[in-house]
């Protein structure tokens, strides 16, 4: 009896160009709350949806620099589950694998994954409000949260205008050179992976029906259907940390018989 595995492996063989898109389901067995997971703490009480825009930061800078500086020290705090480095073993596999993430918590680079777009930003990344001069986020270090976990942010030295999240808020444009590097990267590939993600949000979502057009098979790891899984070669119902390490173990098996 064949496996998912088996036959996800199958579709990874001869493949020369591969594209993953990746959602918030990919950090979740990493403990890094989903966007849309209920908020804790001092957090609870917010709608993300309302701390994420420009005009929340504007209204209340303290408030959403607080927020982005929790996440950021959370998403540090986190480590990246197997199946991070299953992709990073994959991508060593084949001659072009490009990660498409739409996560900001910078997991997939720091298990060694080599081409990793991010199309959303990085919590990583600061830079101030007006002119986008960066900001050294180890200048970060030392600022307290006050009671509410709201955080003055500080003042860019070149133009004395908020350092902000290098993160893109609802409203704003995806990076120019990201958004290239991924339309390219689907449009080339020969089969393309869509792991933790609902597919809800656009342009990142626009990507598999690109990869599809041109000819690519399709392979959805996601414990729940997505509007993807009708239409992919195979929709692998489970989650990332234990789908990824079984696929990496099965492609590494039909290549060492070659
Ligand atoms: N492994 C794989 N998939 C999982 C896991 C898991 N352990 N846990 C949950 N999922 C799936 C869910 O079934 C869901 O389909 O991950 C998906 C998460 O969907 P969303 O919460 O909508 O996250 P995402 O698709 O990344 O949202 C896209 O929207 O909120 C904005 O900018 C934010 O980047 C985010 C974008």
């Not at 995806?174 to 590097?181: G, S």
């Not at 020969?190 to 399709?218: C, I, K, M, N």
Request: charged share 20%.
């Amino acid at each position: 009896m064949r496996s998912l595995a088996d036959d996800a492996a199958r579709l990874f063989e001869g493949a020369r160009s591969v594209a993953v898109l990746t959602g918030s389901g990919m950090s979740q067995e990493s403990g890094v709350p989903t966007f849309r997971d209920a908020q804790t703490g001092l957090w609870a009480r917010y709608d993300p949806a309302e701390l994420a825009t420009p005009e929340a930061f504007e209204r209340h800078p303290a408030r959403v620099f607080g927020w982005y500086l929790w996440r950021w020290k959370v998403a540090r705090a986190a480590k990246p589950h197997s199946g991070y480095y299953a992709l990073a073993e994959l991508g060593q596999a084949v001659p072009r694998f490009v990660i498409i993430t739409q996560n900001v918590d910078g997991l997939h680079r720091r298990a060694g994954s080599e081409e990793v777009v991010e199309l959303h930003g990085s919590l990583e990344r600061f830079r101030c409000a007006a002119a986008g001069h960066p900001y050294d986020a180890e200048l970060l270090e030392g600022l307290a949260a006050d009671s509410q976990g709201e955080v003055e942010p500080p003042r860019c030295h070149r133009c004395s205008s908020p350092i902000r999240p290098g993160v893109v808020w609802f409203g704003e444009p995806l990076p120019a050179e990201a958004l290239d590097r991924a339309w390219r990267a689907a449009q080339e590939c020969d089969l393309f992976l869509v792991v933790g993600t609902s597919g809800l949000v656009y342009p990142a979502a626009e990507l598999p029906w690109v990869a599809l057009r041109q000819g690519a098979r399709l392979i959805d790891i996601n414990p729940s259907p997505t509007p993807f899984s009708p239409r992919a070669d195979l929709w692998w119902n489970d989650t990332a940390g234990a789908a990824l390490p079984e696929l990496a173990r099965a492609v590494a098996a039909i290549s060492s018989k070659r």
